[in-house]
């Protein structure tokens, strides 16, 4: 049976919700920043599978604005992994808890 | 045929990784399985036609962004005790439940949408670097140029954020001419 577009919608689908997954139950921040990272991913796969469904491009440009914003979410989110780890010496969401009130 | 066995080939390497990204213990292994799930995800990019991402997928994703998560990954050096989980096992499995149902939702709601579309007829050159060059200097000129600050700003607030806080005077030792 030939992949149609739905298929790959359902692997889009089942990626992103793996990474809803990983960054609900995690704990340890690089591991939650990688489950976003897949989040992306999945949306970015949508966004190609239907580029190709409907023939045109507008999808693919939107997913290498994608994969630009997810470059620089990387960048920042691990320099604030960083810079906690240096300041508090723990990489664990749920002990960072100053602005939870 | 072909297209079909590399597509479920790569589906369920894909999804398997990406479960193991997020269910195992040591950050190290999370990051490579998450490079083998986006290296196969550039295969799929691929077999829709979209060459030029796929690449760049390969070489952005892959490539730099992945080698960022592990350098900081060996900087970091976390303990044993740093990467456990910790036990609270039933919590997470109500999560990972919740999520679930939220798969089976969006299943049923593409499926009703979209079960029976079939692809496009393309022309060859389609996803080619001329074409989707065009359509990012010409329709998506705007957004380009947006993306291209936000990076700028993301630079600048990198540096300022890693930066070590500067070494203000304490208050004891200041000079009661300066306040």
């Known amino acids: 049976m030939n992949p149609t577009p739905i298929h790959y919608v359902i692997v889009s689908a089942i990626l992103f919700t793996t990474g809803i997954v990983g960054v609900l139950t995690r704990r340890n921040m690089l591991v939650v920043l990688m489950a976003i990272e897949l989040m992306l991913n999945g949306a970015n796969l949508a966004f190609v599978a239907f580029s190709r469904m409907h023939g045109q491009l507008d999808g693919q440009a939107v997913a290498i604005f994608v994969m630009t914003v997810a470059a620089a979410e990387a960048a920042i989110g691990l320099a604030i992994v960083v810079q906690i780890f240096r300041q508090r010496g723990t990489v664990r969401v749920d002990e960072t808890t100053l602005l939870k009130g | ?179």
Do not use: H, W
């Open chain 2, 1 to 179: 045929m072909m297209t079909a066995l590399a597509f479920y080939i790569l589906a369920t390497l894909c999804v398997v990784m990406a479960v193991l990204t997020v269910t195992l213990a040591n950050p190290v292994t999370c990051a490579l399985s998450l490079i083998v799930c986006l290296m196969c995800l550039a295969g799929l990019f691929a077999q829709l036609a979209a060459g030029y991402v796929a690449i760049l997928q390969v070489l952005v994703y892959a490539g730099a962004i992945m080698v960022l998560f592990l350098f900081v990954v060996m900087l970091l050096s976390l303990s044993e005790e740093e990467t456990a989980e910790g036990k609270s096992g039933r919590t997470r499995l109500l999560k990972s439940l919740v999520c679930f149902a939220f798969l089976v939702d969006l299943y049923v709601f593409v499926d009703q949408s979209m079960g029976a579309r079939e692809f496009a007829e393309v022309q060859q050159d389609f996803g080619s670097l001329a074409g989707l060059g065009e359509a990012l200097f010409t329709r998506f000129l705007v957004p380009f140029e947006v993306i291209s600050l936000l990076l700028t700003a993301a630079v600048v607030g990198v540096v300022a954020i890693t930066r070590k806080p500067l070494a203000l005077p304490q208050p004891a030792e200041r000079s009661p001419s300066s306040r």
